[in-house]
């Protein structure tokens, strides 16, 4: 059984930090592309960051220099670091597991970021 799951959204002012991490279970997570998307209300999900399994990355424009993102294939883990945070960055956040070898993905349940004064 395959599990993602999120934990560190939260409510933040603008300007503030704020770090995800999503844990990985029941696949090989080594050979999957890891990555963040985020979803507003009223919009569609967007790509946050993703990384690759060799550590290639990509960011999203609205976020390239604020966030980072990184993996840690021994835990199972990829966590999204959030700096400089704006109004728009509020969204429900989720991990995602892509392998490219099937295509198959797999999503975590969201968790929520709020940036508010």
């Known amino acids: 059984q395959v599990q993602l799951v999120e934990s560190g959204g939260g409510l933040v002012q603008p300007g503030q930090s704020l770090s995800l991490s999503c844990v990985a279970s029941?696949?090989?997570?080594?050979?999957?592309?890891m990555g963040w998307y985020r979803q507003a209300p009223g919009k569609e999900r967007e790509l946050v960051a993703r990384?690759?399994?060799?550590?290639?990355?990509n960011y999203a424009d609205a976020v390239k220099a604020r966030f980072t993102i990184s993996r840690d294939n021994a835990k199972g883990t990829v966590d999204l670091q959030m700096n400089s945070l704006k109004f728009e960055d509020t969204a429900v956040y989720y991990c995602?597991?892509?392998?490219?070898?099937?295509?198959?993905?797999?999503w975590g349940q969201g968790t929520q970021v709020t940036v508010s004064s």
């Open positions: 990384i690759t399994r060799d550590f290639s990355t």
């Open positions: 995602y597991a892509h392998a490219v070898r099937s295509g198959t993905d797999y």
């Open positions: 029941g696949i090989s997570f080594s050979f999957y592309t």
